[in-house]
């Protein structure tokens, strides 16, 4: 009987897939041009998996799930394209509104 053993990446390297996300993420949206924000799921994996584990397997639900939670932290922001073909366009990540009269210069 032939048997496969497949590497499973421990728990303590997740915040490392995220890094990695995140890098990618905010890289693709500093770039100037539209088109070129765009990526697709494949590629964020591939990126991940050349920069971080050097081969070894990941589950691409752990990179979407870091995308996801990412994105409700607020440390990326994209915008689903095409959820069924996995395409995703990254977005500068905007600055909370803040009160102006916060900044108003005092009268005298």
Same mark, same amino acid.
């Given at each position: 009987?032939?048997?496969?053993?497949?590497?499973?990446?421990?728990?303590?390297?997740?915040?490392?897939?995220?890094?990695?996300?995140?890098?990618?993420?905010?890289?693709?949206?500093? %770039?100037?041009? !539209?088109?070129?924000?765009?990526?697709?799921?494949?590629?964020?994996? #591939?990126? =991940?998996?050349? $920069?971080?584990?050097?081969?070894?397997?990941?589950?691409?639900?752990?990179?979407?799930?870091?995308?996801?939670?990412?994105?409700?932290?607020?440390?990326?922001?994209?915008?689903? %394209?095409?959820? !069924?073909?996995?395409?995703?366009?990254?977005?500068?990540?905007?600055? #909370?509104? =803040?009160?102006? $009269?916060?900044?108003?210069?005092?009268?005298?």
């Amino acid at each position: 009987m032939n048997t496969q053993v497949v590497a499973t990446v421990p728990t303590e390297t997740y915040p490392t897939v995220r890094a990695s996300v995140e890098a990618y993420v905010n890289f693709r949206a500093s %770039l100037s041009t !539209g088109p070129d924000r765009a990526f697709t799921g494949e590629q964020l994996r #591939e990126y =991940v998996l050349n $920069s971080v584990f050097v081969g070894a397997p990941v589950a691409p639900a752990t990179v979407d799930r870091a995308l996801r939670v990412l994105r409700q932290a607020g440390k990326i922001n994209y915008l689903v %394209l095409n959820r !069924g073909k996995s395409l995703y366009k990254a977005l500068p990540v905007m600055i #909370e509104a =803040v009160n102006a $009269s916060d900044y108003e210069p005092a009268q005298e």
